[in-house]
């Protein structure tokens, strides 16, 4: 099996800064695309940010310049530094990763359980 657990999320004021985490673990052999994703309430899920393979980043034109997104390979762990927030950015964040448990194997999709963030004041 395999888990993503994230953590780091919160109630913060405007303009102040969050930093999420997201761990992989379990029966993995490698891990593709890792992201995060946020859904705020009457609102579909919406792409925040992602690395796919290498160093390649995506970021969703609202958090462009204040949303930085990093990974360390060796842990399976996926970051998402966040700064310059603003209630807009108030939802549950989920990790989200393209996992592929066993050498020449199909990659899957995970998703984490989300963790909240508020932006209020």
């Known amino acids: 099996q395999v888990q993503l657990v994230e953590s780091g999320g919160g109630l913060v004021q405007p303009g102040g800064s969050l930093r999420l985490s997201c761990v992989a673990s379990?029966?993995?052999?490698?891990?593709?695309?890792m992201g995060w994703y946020r859904q705020a309430p009457g609102k579909a899920r919406e792409l925040v940010a992602r690395?796919?393979?290498?160093?390649?980043?995506n970021y969703a034109d609202s958090v462009k310049g204040r949303f930085t997104i990093s990974r360390d390979n060796a842990k399976n762990t996926v970051y998402l530094q966040m700064s310059s927030l603003n209630p807009e950015d108030t939802a549950i964040y989920y990790c989200?990763?393209?996992?592929?448990?066993?050498?020449?194997?199909?990659?899957?999709?995970?998703w984490g359980q989300g963790t909240q963030v508020t932006v209020s004041s």
């Open positions: 989200h990763a393209i996992i592929q448990r066993v050498s020449d194997g199909p990659t899957f999709q995970y």
């Open positions: 379990g029966n993995i052999f490698s891990v593709n695309h």
């Open positions: 690395v796919i393979s290498g160093d390649n980043r």
